[in-house]
């Protein structure tokens, strides 16, 4: 009598279906992970915008010009570019930034407050 070596077909069939069902639920574990970070980084370079808007203000003071508000396309921004939106900056140095464009998403910032917050365009 041979002793065969091998899977039968019903022990392959069970790892497949239980590494389907590891699928279906570290999918949108995963996906919710990706878009967390994504949203993140919206986040973070529109704080570099508003950044880039103190940085601009200040060259316009120095050179004499004193451009306290425009485009945010105007500005000159590492990372992600914004497609739209504009900054202004009050006496009291606060800068606020609205409909600011970046990546699908529309950043403004927070009424009496430095806090970003983003959304999906459209949602």
Same mark, same amino acid.
């Given at each position: 009598?041979?002793?065969?070596?091998?899977?039968?077909? +019903?022990?392959?069939?069970?790892?497949?279906?239980?590494? *389907?069902?590891?699928?279906?639920?570290?999918?949108? +574990?995963? +996906?919710?992970?990706?878009? @967390?970070?994504?949203?993140?980084?919206?986040? @973070?370079?529109?704080?570099?915008?508003?950044?880039?808007?103190?940085? $601009? $203000?200040?060259?316009?003071?120095?050179?004499?010009? =004193?451009? *306290?508000?425009?485009?945010?396309?105007?500005? @000159?921004?590492?990372?992600?570019?914004?497609?739209?939106?504009?900054?202004?900056?009050?006496?009291?140095? =606060?800068?606020?930034?609205?409909?600011?464009?970046?990546?699908? $998403?529309?950043?403004?910032?927070?009424? @009496?407050?430095?806090?970003? =917050?983003? *959304?999906? *365009?459209?949602?």
């Amino acid at each position: 009598m041979k002793n065969k070596k091998g899977f039968t077909l +019903i022990e392959l069939l069970a790892v497949i279906v239980i590494l *389907a069902i590891i699928a279906l639920i570290a999918t949108p +574990i995963v +996906i919710g992970v990706i878009n @967390n970070a994504r949203e993140k980084s919206v986040v @973070n370079s529109a704080y570099g915008v508003v950044d880039a808007a103190k940085l $601009y $203000y200040t060259e316009s003071l120095l050179e004499s010009t =004193q451009v *306290a508000s425009g485009s945010v396309t105007s500005l @000159n921004v590492s990372g992600t570019k914004p497609s739209a939106g504009t900054w202004a900056i009050a006496s009291d140095g =606060q800068v606020t930034i609205s409909g600011v464009s970046l990546d699908g $998403y529309t950043c403004s910032t927070v009424a @009496n407050s430095s806090e970003v =917050q983003c *959304a999906k *365009a459209g949602a």
